[in-house]
């Protein structure tokens, strides 16, 4: 699967209300930045997961565009009157190999790990960061600036793959 969903304004709307909601108590809040750490691993995990091409973290990538441009549609369409369904322009990372699948995989079970010892609101910065992550980097500007993400997650991946086969050690 190498499809992804398009964003639209209203899709971007939704994003941009959720990560405001996560930016407001932090600014208002003294700016520590261990306020923003679960949105961070919600973000980041779905950052890696961005960089999927298929599977299951591929597909849930590619689908929460759809999620967001309903929602911020009518969100919109409700609030202001107008139409927010103007396409954005796509963004896809591209170029994960297996070895940073491996990485990808531990990230993301890292993620639902602290999801799920986390408390209600918590679990809520989570999500949000997971989607917001998710759905920006459908753009192209977002996913031009994580471009860099697949090749890092396919060095750290063959890291470790190197050092559990023994390779320099000897």
Known sequence: MTATSTLTLGGLLLALIILTCNLYPWYRGGREMSKLAMFGKGFGGAACAAACPGGILGWAHSRSGTIGNGVGERTSQATTGTNSAQALTTGQLVGLGATGAVVVVIAVTLVV??????????????????????????????????????????????????????????
């Not at 010892?117 to 960061?129: H, S, T, Y």
């Not at 996913?143 to 470790?160: E, K, R, S, T, Y």
């Open 113 to 170: 790990l602290a999801y799920k010892e986390a408390g209600k609101k918590d679990r809520r910065r989570i999500l949000g960061g997971a989607y917001v992550g998710s759905t920006l980097c459908l753009t192209a500007g977002v996913a031009g600036a994580l471009a860099w993400l697949p090749g890092a997650l396919n060095g750290i991946g063959d890291g470790v793959v190197a050092a559990v086969q023994g390779a320099g050690l000897l």
